[in-house]
């Protein structure tokens, strides 16, 4: 049986920002300025780093930006289901919905999520496009700040959920950066990149995942790679 774990952002969908917009909100209303969150690099990065690396630069230490980590996270998802609105700015990448639902019909594969999102983050952007119910079980940036923790903690839940045990090589990363990557890697899972996000292909071939996609519009091809059948490159 395989875990199969895919990245939100640049991987599943695009909200077109809201994540930044809603973080900048936040930041100024719990820490009383933005940082440099309009220029700080959000690819991969778990959302508790983002705030604590953003804060560190503007002179704040640990202790105090763990202090309001929980007012800073409920004024984000504030902004953010302000942002998300209608649900019309999120959009699903080429491929993903038929493949999420080919893997879900498949008896040997379990689909899951790990993402730097914090968990309530990943249900509001994932919950327009219909695909969250899907997901049974994850790994969330508001579990650890380092992305490296996720994917054995993703599949340790799911051994509590099923009774079955995921070794490294029956989990699956599937993700748009280097970090999705590496955190991958980390743990011995199978790495899966796909060119959807903001990565140019180069980049995510130097790093040298077990498959590389332009996209995920091929479903055949993705699942062969998935189960183990096709070097997918």
Known sequence: MKLVLFDVDGTLITSRGAGRRAMR???????GTAGGIDHYDLRGRTDTRIVHDVMAAAGWDAARIKERLDDFFEAYLRGLVAEIGDGRGVV???GVAALVEALIACEDVVVGLVTGNIEEGARIKLLPTGLWPHFRVGAYGSDHMD???LPP???RRAHALLGHDFPPRD??????????VDCARACGAV??????GQYPREALLADAPDH???????TDAVLRA??????GR
Do not use: C, K, Q
Not at 25 to 31: K, M, N, Q
Not at 171 to 180: A, C, E, L, Q, R
Not at 226 to 231: A, E, M, N, W
């Open 25 to 31: 909100l936040a930041f100024e209303r719990t820490f």
């Open 92 to 94: 699903t990448l080429p």
């Open 147 to 149: 992305r490296r923790y």
């Open 153 to 155: 903690l993703a599949a």
């Open 171 to 180: 989990v699956v990363v599937i993700g748009d950066t280097p970090h999705d």
């Open 191 to 196: 790495a899966v990149a796909v060119a959807t």
């Open 212 to 218: 590389f996609f332009e996209d995920l519009s091929d």
């Open 226 to 231: 998935v189960r183990g059948r096709d070097p």
